[in-house]
């Protein structure tokens, strides 16, 4: 019989198919149509260290293929979340992953000793955020920066640390390595690509903030590309995400190199688009007569 439990940087999640950060909020809303506690992990919404009221709208716009978003992290901040939420999520039984943006190494650490002391079960670390005080560069795209956070976080957590890559980068790989190096218990990849769109009416960028993030079904084939790259480059546990809207988007994650996968902005349109994820990785497994998607993960045959 299929199996879908798994270890997952030394938790227990029932099923690979956890929920993004910024697309399940802290989960009450989707806790209406199922619940949680099918899921094998949830990301909860970026939390910075004092809350936060977000971009000004117009802050989410479609695509095409997918959506542009600069809500700028809209959030009741680390205290607000323990107070708030984290006791509601704690009622279910599923790992809580808490996401966590900061504006320097020392506000990162501050932030995870927090929330770890609180109870979570892993931190996610968003490295696409600005460091201040190096005139503003993302950490996700310096390696140094980046290790310097992990190292931070690492010094702080009680609980095991993933490291959420950027893909606004030249070389994936190299940022995975660094991060590795700085002690990262787990991976997360993709966050979102940068990108813009402009009302030719108006010719003005359909966002406030100009340019926002694209998600949804137009950044698979890259997710799949940097999931299989970083599987290349280190060995720790990745947990895939960019596009996956089914199950057999999940089993190409899968193969690329993912241990568990994510979905995201499939849930905006369905909301039991995770269930639905899990299941038809369960029926592939069937199929292929395959009892656990372990035997799934890096299982791609490249030419």
Known sequence: MTDL?????GLRWKNPVAVASGTFGFGREYGEFYDLSELGAICVKGLTLHPREGNAPPRIAE???????????????????????????????VPVIANLSGNSPEEYGEMAAMLSDAGVDMLEVNISCPNVKAGGMAFGTCPAAAAE???AVK?????????????NVTDIAEMARAVEDAGADAL??????????IDIETRRPVLRNNTGGL?????????????????????????GMGGIRSGDDAVEMLLAGADAVAVGTASFVDPFAPIRVRDGIAAY????????????SGGVRAW
């Open 188 to 197: 997360s990849l993709i966050n979102t690509l940068l990108g813009m769109r």
């Open 5 to 9: 439990t798994i270890e997952f940087a």
């Open 149 to 151: 956070v992990t190292r």
């Open 215 to 239: 998600s949804g079904p137009a950044v698979f084939p890259v997710a799949v590309r940097m999931v299989w790259q970083v599987r290349q480059a280190v060995k720790l546990p990745i947990l």
């Open 285 to 296: 497994l069937d199929s292929h007569g395959l009892t656990s998607p372990r035997e799934l």
């Open 155 to 167: 010094d702080r957590s009680k609980v095991p640390v993933m490291v959420k890559l950027s893909p």
């Open 63 to 93: 695509t095409p293929a997918g959506i542009l978003n600069a809500v700028g992290l809209q959030n009741p901040g680390v205290e607000g979340f323990i107070r708030q939420e984290l006791p509601e999520l704690r009622r279910h039984d």
